[in-house]
């Protein structure tokens, strides 16, 4: 196919293989739109995201301003790249009317998700929350609604029963990357999302990282898979902060209150089922195992954590 003019907006790692296949495929990238600088590290520097570094390093030109609805200047400007298209991934900010007619075939959007099964901001993570057997990527033309646009096309990746958020990840990034390149070269048709079936995926705080004993182990664990790296599960025993990095389900056979240390692997006694903390990390210190975690930080058998 002809190369395309286009213009590439994302901001996170799940973006940067879908900028280098377009770059790579001959596409002319002429502006990379990214999420400001943000301030990193202990010395709270600022430091660009992984979208603009990757655009940095194939010499092409950066974009970051830090709102766009009422930014009539950047509308203009984006107007005024004459593009082919604009693909989005993950980008971070939403894009007004303006910028999503502007483009010739519009602007193509790179979602972790099968649509309409989770829409909105943590589509990986919801997936793997709920249980669900798969997840995968969908092509989408934009519209000004919350990921309603219609479907150009999908791919599937199975969830294994151990696989965490780092691993789909991973693998729905290289799948996007693929299936944009595929979009952009066949100009498939587009079919309307289905009207039922529709769910959202709400952007993750802190808290939501919090084990609660009373849920089912299996639920926990799929919290535990889901929410690391980011924002993590804890648990927070004599006022400090525990953050589970690992776990693992298994069944109870004696009866106990939800929260109660089972024994010394440590498991811990849930609503249904016991949970195995593999792997643990306290605060300002590096993450371990279960066994070195335990010869520095007393769990007896019988106390119950709140």
């Known amino acids: 196919m002809m190369p395309l003019r286009l213009a590439f907006m994302g901001s996170p790692d799940f973006a940067v293989?879908?900028?280098?296949?377009?770059?790579?495929?001959?596409?002319?990238?002429?502006?990379?739109?990214?999420?400001?600088?943000?301030?990193?590290g202990r010395g709270q520097k600022e430091a660009p995201c992984a979208v603009h570094r990757a655009a940095l390093e194939l010499g092409l030109p950066v974009r970051h301003p830090p709102r766009l609805r009422r930014d009539e200047a950047e509308?203009?400007?984006?107007?005024?790249?004459?593009?082919?298209?604009?693909?989005?991934a993950a980008y971070g900010l939403i894009l007004p009317g303006a910028m999503l007619r502007a483009p010739r075939q519009g602007c193509l959007n790179?979602?972790?998700?099968?649509?309409?099964?989770?829409?909105?901001?943590?589509?990986?993570?919801?997936?793997?929350?709920?249980?669900?057997?798969?997840?995968?990527?969908?092509?989408m033309q934009m519209e000004e609604g919350l990921d309603t646009g219609p479907m150009l096309l999908a791919g599937r990746v199975p969830i294994g029963p151990r696989d965490g958020t780092p691993a789909i990840h991973d693998a729905l990034a290289e799948l996007g990357a693929r299936l944009i390149l595929r979009a952009l070269a066949e100009n498939p048709p587009a079919k309307p999302q289905p009207q039922d079936g529709v769910t959202y995926a709400p952007k993750l705080t802190k808290?939501?990282?919090?084990?609660?004993?009373?849920?089912?182990?299996?639920?926990?664990?799929?919290?535990?898979?889901?929410?690391?790296?980011?924002p993590g599960t804890f648990?927070?025993?004599?006022?400090?902060?525990?953050?589970?990095?690992?776990?693992?389900?298994?069944?109870?056979?004696?009866?106990?209150?939800?929260?109660?240390?089972?024994?010394?692997?440590?498991?811990?006694?849930?609503?249904?089922?016991?949970?195995?903390?593999?792997?643990?990390?306290?605060?300002?210190?590096?993450?371990?195992?279960?066994?070195?975690?335990?010869?520095?930080?007393?769990?007896?058998?019988?106390?119950?954590?709140?």
Request: aromatic fraction near 6%; charged fraction near 20%.
């Open 207 to 230: 808290e939501d990282g919090r084990l609660r004993w009373t849920e089912r182990a299996e639920a926990l664990d799929r919290r535990v898979r889901a929410l690391n790296p980011w």
């Open 110 to 139: 790179i979602h972790a998700s099968l649509l309409p099964r989770w829409r909105g901001a943590a589509p990986i993570q919801a997936a793997i929350l709920s249980g669900d057997a798969e997840t995968g990527v969908t092509i």
């Open 75 to 88: 509308h203009a400007y984006f107007a005024s790249l004459a593009l082919d298209a604009a693909v989005v």
């Open 235 to 306: 648990f927070v025993h004599q006022g400090e902060v525990i953050r589970v990095l690992e776990a693992q389900p298994e069944a109870c056979s004696t009866p106990a209150q939800p929260g109660t240390v089972l024994d010394s692997e440590p498991r811990i006694a849930c609503g249904e089922g016991a949970l195995r903390l593999l792997r643990l990390q306290r605060p300002g210190r590096g993450a371990v195992d279960a066994a070195a975690f335990l010869r520095g930080y007393s769990l007896p058998p019988g106390m119950v954590l709140g």
């Open 17 to 40: 293989p879908a900028l280098r296949a377009l770059h790579r495929a001959g596409h002319e990238v002429v502006a990379v739109y990214t999420q400001p600088p943000r301030p990193s």
